[in-house]
Structures are given as structure tokens and as C-alpha cells.
């Protein structure tokens, strides 16, 4: 690392990124991986080194429904989990085989921009549904539905990317019973749901339970454990009816590749029996607690006319500047004058994702908005980061 360059307010210049949207580093938990490394080579099984079993070995399914009845997650069972090589990857399965080119995906107006960019590479065409600030509205989407058919809703029901936001127990329900009557498949894409500080509902849960626990048949719920453990191990897991799995493990892929990622599997199977798992979540849970509370604390303080609303959960915080066009290039500039990147709301502005890939920079819903992450740094860096946002504000507004 270079020599420190100080601006003329004594900060390092380098720049503090709360754009980014992936842990840490002190967060990635290297030790608990080389721990369960070293105990599943010890006594390597040949098998991991095969081809695996195309919903995932049966003992990480059994071991990963014992993880999230344990942390409160819901129960499910072995025979409702399918394995896959992180959310991403089974997004992908799911708009291939579920949907074809030229249909509708239903999504809500600000949402997460990468699925977005699926969406756009299996050639789907996105329509963006009506919400208030708890979320998709029941009655947009059945109108929505009742005007033209579509094949997939895709939902991100807990601590959501980019708004933090969890949908209510009443309004999940009424969305999948809207999508029931219609016939489409929800895609809940929940990797988050198992990162909650704070309580979520009235009775003190701080795990929002799968929208595959509702029983519907429509539903494919999708996580990982890039959010809670590593992104680099790219283990995932989708949970829903046993028709889909099976549709799902009679796919190319998996029939030319077979199971996705069995030795990852045994490794963070290995964490889970170990008891390592837990308590590497509780740590990363309160973790995420204290550089939430100290994001708050410091755009309380930097930016009182700040507008947003703190979250339960997961890694963003969704911030309306008022009068400031966030996308704007001479906001940009005075960020990167300042050493501060943000990423814009229109990034995820569902309403005017393009063919070409991007999200038009003039969109009136989201320019004043934007998604910062409270995940990648610590909270000193946070407390910095919303010190170099608001003179970057201040700067703009004369």
C-alpha cells in the first residue's frame, strides 16, 4: 500500500467505496475454511472428487435443513433443497428452463441490478410493478397479470438489495397467492435472509421466513452462502416443490456436469456439524449490527436532510438525498473529488433497464436515491465515508 495522501480536510484520499456490495475482508472467515479444509482431507472421501449427485449429496441437504431450523430459518426438509454453485447460478437454471424468450418478468421498481442483467441476457422482457414502502403492491400485481401473462416473479423478500426493506408476513402472502391464481412461478431470491440484527416482526424473529414456507407450489426460494460466509466458495441451495427439482436436475447442465460443487458442500457441511458456522453467523450478524448503527448514526449527524429508513438486516441502507441527482456527472465528480463512491438508484431502476444493459441516468424515481453498503467497511471507514458523502453534498448545493 502506497504512502497516505491527505485532502485538505486531513482525510486519507484514498477513496472509501460504499458502492460495493460483497463482505469485508475482516468478515471472510479464512481460518473456519481451512479448519474444515483440513478435516475433510484428512480422511478425503473419493467421492467428493466425482461427479456429484445432481440435487447435492444428501447428508449436506440433511445438515443444511438442521443449519436453518436452527437458526430460526424454517423448517423444510432434505427432499425440498436442491444444491447449486451459489444464487446467481440457480437464477440462471430457473430463467432457462422456466421461462423462454420474449416473456414477462415481474419485478419490483428498484431492485437488484445484476438480476436485472439476467433477465436481459436470457432475453426476458422486465416490467416493473408498483410498491410503497412496504414493498410490491398485491393489487399492481394482479393487475399487472390480469392485462398480459407472464412467467416469472422475481422477489427479494428479505432485507432487500438495494432498499433494506422486508416485505411484510401479509403482503408475502398475498403476493404469492396473486401469482398462484395466475400461474407464475416466484423466483425469492433470500440471501440475505439469514443476516438479521434486529428484531423483523412483532414476536422478535430476526429471520424472515422462506417464501418457500408458504406451501405454494409456485415458489422456488433461492440463497447461498455468500453473504454469510464467502462468495468464493459459490455454494448455493434453491428450496421448493420436488417437480421443479426434479426439472431442474434433468437439465443439460447438470446431467453433463452432475452436482454442483459436492466438495465445497462437504467443506461448509463440514463447518455446520462442527458448530463453526453458527458462531461465525452470530459474530457476522452483530458485526453487521454495529457498522449498520454506526452508517446511521453518522448521516444522522453529517446529513440530518438525509432521508431513509434503517434496517433489520442484511448489508444496504437506501438514501434519498433531496435535490441531488445522484447519476448526475457533476455529482459524480464532486464524489470523486471527496474519495467516495455510491451507487446511484438508477442503477436499479427496473422501470427503465434498456436493451443495451444499462439503466438511464435521468430516471425520475431514482435520481435523488442511492444504495450504500454497510458490509465492506468497518465503521470507522463508514464514519469517513459519510464525512467525504456530505461535503461532496454540501459542495453541490453552494
Not at 130 to 135: C, K, P
Not at 327 to 340: C, D, I, M, N, Y
Request: proline share 6%.
Amino acid at each position: 500500500m502506497g504512502p497516505t495522501i491527505t485532502t485538505q480536510h486531513g482525510r486519507d484520499s484514498r477513496t472509501v467505496d460504499l458502492a460495493r456490495g460483497d463482505p469485508g475482508a475482516d468478515l471472510l472467515p479464512a481460518a473456519l475454511v481451512r479448519a474444515a479444509a483440513d478435516r475433510v482431507t484428512a480422511a478425503l472421501d473419493p467421492d467428493l472428487l466425482q461427479y456429484g449427485h445432481e440435487p447435492g449429496d444428501a447428508g449436506f441437504r440433511a445438515a443444511l435443513t438442521a443449519f436453518l431450523e436452527g437458526e430460526g430459518a424454517g423448517a423444510s426438509a432434505p427432499a425440498r433443497l436442491f444444491v447449486t454453485a451459489g444464487a446467481s447460478l440457480a437464477l440462471h437454471l430457473i430463467c432457462a428452463l422456466f421461462a423462454s424468450p420474449g416473456e414477462r418478468v415481474l419485478v419490483a421498481r428498484s431492485t437488484y441490478h445484476l438480476a436485472l442483467a439476467q433477465f436481459r441476457d436470457q432475453r426476458l422482457r422486465v416490467e416493473a410493478i408498483e410498491g410503497d414502502a412496504d414493498g410490491m403492491l398485491p393489487e399492481a400485481l394482479d393487475e399487472a397479470l390480469r392485462a398480459a401473462p407472464a412467467a416469472l416473479l422475481y422477489l427479494v423478500p428479505a432485507f432487500a438489495n438495494p432498499t433494506g426493506t422486508t416485505l411484510p408476513r401479509a403482503r408475502q402472502e398475498a403476493l404469492v397467492a396473486v401469482a398462484a391464481r395466475h400461474g407464475v412461478r416466484v423466483a425469492a431470491d433470500e440471501v440475505y435472509r439469514l443476516t438479521g440484527f434486529a428484531p423483523v416482526d412483532a414476536d422478535g424473529a430476526r429471520v424472515p421466513r422462506s417464501l418457500a414456507a408458504l406451501g405454494s407450489e409456485q415458489v422456488l426460494s433461492l440463497n447461498s452462502v455468500s453473504k454469510i460466509l464467502s462468495p468464493g466458495l459459490r455454494l448455493g441451495w434453491i428450496e421448493g416443490p420436488a417437480a421443479d427439482l426434479r426439472r431442474l436436475g434433468s437439465s443439460g447442465v447438470l446431467r453433463s456436469g452432475g452436482g454442483m460443487n459436492p466438495f465445497t458442500a462437504a467443506l461448509v457441511g463440514e463447518a455446520i456439524a462442527s458448530g463453526a458456522l453458527r458462531a461465525h453467523l452470530a459474530r457476522l450478524r452483530e458485526a453487521l449490527r454495529e457498522r449498520h448503527d454506526a452508517l446511521v448514526a453518522a448521516l444522522r449527524a453529517d446529513l440530518p436532510d438525509a432521508q431513509f429508513e434503517p434496517v433489520a438486516g442484511g448489508y444496504f441502507l437506501w438514501l434519498r438525498l433531496p435535490g441531488v441527482d445522484v447519476s448526475a456527472e457533476p455529482t459524480r465528480a464532486a464524489l470523486r473529488r471527496h474519495g467516495v463512491r455510491i451507487a446511484p438508484g438508477t442503477l436499479f431502476a427496473a422501470d427503465v433497464a434498456d436493451a443495451a444493459g444499462g439503466a438511464a441516468p435521468t430516471a425520475p424515481r431514482q435520481r435523488e436515491w442511492a444504495r450504500l453498503c454497510f458490509a465492506h467497511g468497518t465503521s470507522a471507514t463508514l464514519r469517513d465515508g459519510v464525512a467525504r458523502l456530505a461535503a461532496a453534498v454540501y459542495e453541490l448545493r453552494g
